[in-house]
């Protein structure tokens, strides 16, 4: 098996402004999702750094780390015409609402800033709709990463996996010590996200783009497709019984809180172990 690889999938989100509600002079409402203890102190920069300028944040966060409360929301504000000043919306779907035609361009703000020469093109085109932006990016995420509590480990006598044997190996070993192996969070976008990591690490890049982006037959069908999908259900086995239902930030508090070995969860929890006062290693 090759080893869990480094792979950027997406643009975890971004702020999108200008969707076509009113707002009073200076004051502009924010509907995001941001609201673990991590995301509440990004959320605070952001506001700081807009109050500086003389503006007010209005605050309009709705719980859930995937974003699909808020999205509905988001819904029925645009729809009943009394969308929010900006919003808090994942890369794709930036398209998708800009094809409504409720978002504005906010080119002289990028003109004026030298976004195009700042931004990876990859990065901006992400950004745009028919040449113009519309969205500001605020983060760049890279979903499989795997978190760990080192003591467990010591006390387990367990090394750190590098692949999917490893991970196996490791789990065991901290089974057999009396400790939950895996913290997970039995959401469906927490699922997929960890079927993805599962993809890549035993597929690789090229795997994961012929089976999932491209949707090619012969990968669907694939040996390793057959592998991943083994894997993946041999997880559950690791994870304990509490898990259906919890937000990710409580699985990532478990790790840090010594209730549980391991995590699989993206770049973004990093800021949940520094809000803990933890230091990397």
């Given at each position: ?176 010590a009396g400790v ?74 478990m790790v840090i ?25």
């Open positions: 098996m090759t080893s869990i690889p480094t792979f950027v999938v997406g643009f975890g989100a971004a702020v999108v402004l200008g969707l076509s509600g009113t707002a009073s002079a200076g004051e502009v409402e924010v509907l995001h999702y941001w609201t673990s203890g991590s995301e509440a102190k990004a959320t605070a920069s952001l506001k700081a750094s807009l109050q500086a300028k003389g503006h007010t944040w209005r605050d309009f966060a709705v719980a859930g780390g995937a974003g699909d409360a808020a999205m509905t929301v988001l819904k029925s504000r645009v729809v009943s015409g009394n969308a929010t000043s900006a919003a808090q919306i994942k890369g794709p779907s930036i398209q998708e609402w800009a094809r409504e035609g409720v978002l504005a361009s906010i080119d002289d703000v990028a003109k004026a800033e030298q976004w195009d020469s700042l931004l990876p093109k990859v990065v901006s085109d992400a950004m745009k709709y028919k040449g113009s932006y519309v969205a500001v990016p605020v983060n760049v995420h890279r979903i499989n990463w795997l978190w760990i509590n080192p003591a467990f480990f010591q006390k387990a006598n367990a090394k750190v996996p590098t692949n999917w044997d490893e991970f196996f190996v490791a789990a065991e070993a901290l089974k057999k939950t192996p895996l913290a997970h969070g039995g959401q469906s976008w927490q699922d997929f996200t960890t079927f993805d990591i599962v993809a890549l690490g035993l597929g690789g890049p090229e795997f994961y783009r012929k089976a999932f982006i491209e949707r090619g037959p012969a990968s669907l069908a694939s040996p390793t497709m057959e592998k991943t999908l083994e894997t993946f259900r041999r997880l559950k086995a690791y994870t304990d019984r509490g898990a259906n239902g919890r937000d990710w930030n409580l699985a990532t508090a809180k010594g209730e549980a070995g391991m995590q699989l969860m993206g770049d973004w929890a990093k800021g949940e172990f520094q809000a803990a006062g933890k230091v990397a290693g």
